[in-house]
């Protein structure tokens, strides 16, 4: 079964720090996705990942890819108020199944 | 690009109502179709997925069934709800080529 497990569930971070958000997956996936999801809303599609050592950079988040390590990672740089949101991975498994973590909550203070 | 619709937007029903969500689809497709269940504060649980018309896996046990009477459409029905029923339901569909997921705007279900 495959499981997917981000970290930090909860990330307060000040305007104009970086964090990095990390998404860890548990068997062989072709893809992997992040998204965002903002109160009350849909999730909205961010980045996707097709192969390792992927990365891709829209505005102040990058994301990457470690297919050996299982591993993407979400980094955000000079944070600001309006990247306030739930990040979701979510990892491509067998069957057409797509399996989300747990989703990282970022709040981005003044 | 598709653009999914889901229908109602917003539904407050008693327990052991029955309900029918609807998910419909527009635009060029890709075959597969997943509702996904979102309880408050959490990650998003798959419920069930379609490969076509009349398949349907289900992955948790549970009070709920779908439906895929027709290639662009997609149900989500109870005969009677449970509390733990409510939540977020989310309709997705994977782009043409399957390297994007579409959602849906979501139906938010509260079984009172």
């Known amino acids: 079964e495959l499981k997917v497990e981000q970290n930090p569930l909860f990330l307060s971070m000040q305007e104009g720090k970086n964090y990095t958000i990390y998404c860890n997956y548990s068997t062989t996936s072709d893809r992997l996705y992040w998204y965002r999801q903002d109160p009350g809303k849909s999730l909205e599609s961010l980045f996707v990942?097709?192969?390792?050592?992927a990365v891709k950079q829209e505005g102040r988040l990058m994301a990457s890819l470690d297919t050996k390590a299982r591993l993407s990672t979400l980094h955000i740089t000079a944070a600001v108020h309006d990247l306030s949101a739930t990040y979701f991975c979510?990892?491509?498994?067998?069957?057409?199944?797509?399996?989300f973590g747990e989703g990282t909550q970022l709040t981005v203070n003044p | 690009s598709q653009t999914i619709h889901q229908w109602p937007a917003t539904l407050v029903q008693p327990v052991g109502s029955p309900l029918s969500l609807e998910c419909t689809v527009e635009g060029t497709s890709n075959p597969n179709l997943y509702w996904y269940r979102q309880a408050a504060g959490r990650g998003l649980q798959l419920l069930f997925y379609s490969v076509g018309i009349g398949q349907i896996s289900s992955e948790v046990p549970q009070n709920l069934s779908a439906s895929r009477p027709q290639d662009r459409q997609f149900i989500l029905s109870s005969k009677k709800l449970l509390l733990s029923d409510s939540g977020f339901y989310l309709c997705a569909q994977p782009g043409r080529s399957g390297n994007t997921i579409y959602f849906g705007e979501g139906s938010w279900l509260t079984v009172v």
């Open positions: 990942l097709l192969s390792n050592g």
């Open positions: 979510a990892v491509h498994g067998s069957g057409s199944r797509l399996t």
